[in-house]
């Protein structure tokens, strides 16, 4: 069987982890079995749908490097949806409905109160020919149901296993709103069975849907696509993801987090395999499987990400930073890469090493590093440099560890942190190390 899955987000946001994880599991199944990945956009609520959403949708699947295959767009199908209900109307499997959504709670509130459950009493079933003109003279607007037989529905789901339903605990959806526009239930339905999806794969929330789904496709004359949902994400809304700007997927490229370390994170969450950074998504694809999903919430943590995110960073080659380093060299990123935590800060050490810096040292720090200028070896320099130059430095000072390297730090980076120095020597070189060191 040819495999075609697609991922369907509305246009009325920005992606977030939870959507962006939706779309790797579909993109990563597609690329293992050789499939096809098509990207749809459910715009049918055209109200709430707007173009900068589905540009952002285009964007961020690009940053990500989920490239798909083709694209649809609900709201310019309009008219299958509506030859669609027309198919089950004729099947008498579609009812018009006149409540309004006020006397629909209050419908469900009379059979909470009476601890049922708030499924649709079916009133609209009953209305005769008479009846439905005499609401339509009051100025009412019909709405459109689809009616489930009883037959139980069942699927055998790539994540969930055997998963059944019984129609007679669920409601007739809302297949056509009052204004005459298809709901998504029916939409994605028309659309799946028409561009012929093999695997309908999405989140555990839509579970419910998919048990009014299946006897839908069934009503339409389509094949049912497989199922799989994945549990869903528990994100820790903690100070870090708010200081990182959201879970929107823009706020974390703008906090530096780069696209593998969300492909890694989001690959491997919630299944049985180990969370790894990965700097290539090939492995990732190699390794994708529904049985290693778990049923499980997974949790989200953007502390966990932005760890990830450092440790893919740290073995990145070159080639690899290159297009967004284009200021450096590959002997500067190998020397800074083990101590940033985001790729802007090559910028801000670049600047440092190649800039102005004020050591801010006191008095005795001064003697002690301008000392230390007269000891410094010869070039060339290497790794091997700096500690040639602490071993001449230590039998003239009583200062050791931290007393010793601090000011030399502070004179050469004005920072208390950075690389190694026995790094950044070779990239200072000696004249600018003996300018610094003398507070010139
Ligand atoms: N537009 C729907 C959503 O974002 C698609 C669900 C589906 O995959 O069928 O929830």
Redesign the pocket.
Known sequence: MSVKV?????PTGFLHVG?IR?ALVNWLFARKMGGHFLL?I?DTDVERSEQRFTDGIHEDLQWLGLNWDSEVHQSQRFERYRIATEMLAEQGRLYACYETPEELDVQRKMLAARGLPPIYNRAGLKLSVEQKAALEAQGRKAHYRFLLTEDAVVWDDLIRGHTQFRPTHMSDPVLVREDGGPV?TLA?VVD?GELGISH????E??VS?TAV?VQLYQALGFSVPQFAHMALLKTKDGEMSKRLGGNDIRALCDAGIMPMAINSMLARMGTSEAVEAFADIVPLVESFEFRKFGRAPANYDVLELQKLNEKLLHKLAFDDVAAQIPFADEGFWLSVRANIKALAEVKLWWDIVHGEVSGGLDAEERVFVSGAAQLLPQEPWDDATYDAWIAAIKPGTARTGKALFMPLRKALTGQEHGPELKKLLPLLGHERVLQRLKGE
Request: hydrophobic content about 20%.
């Open positions: 697609r991922f369907a987000p509305s959507n939706t749809r459910d998504y994605s799946d309908v794969i999405r989140g929330d839509h849907n789904q």
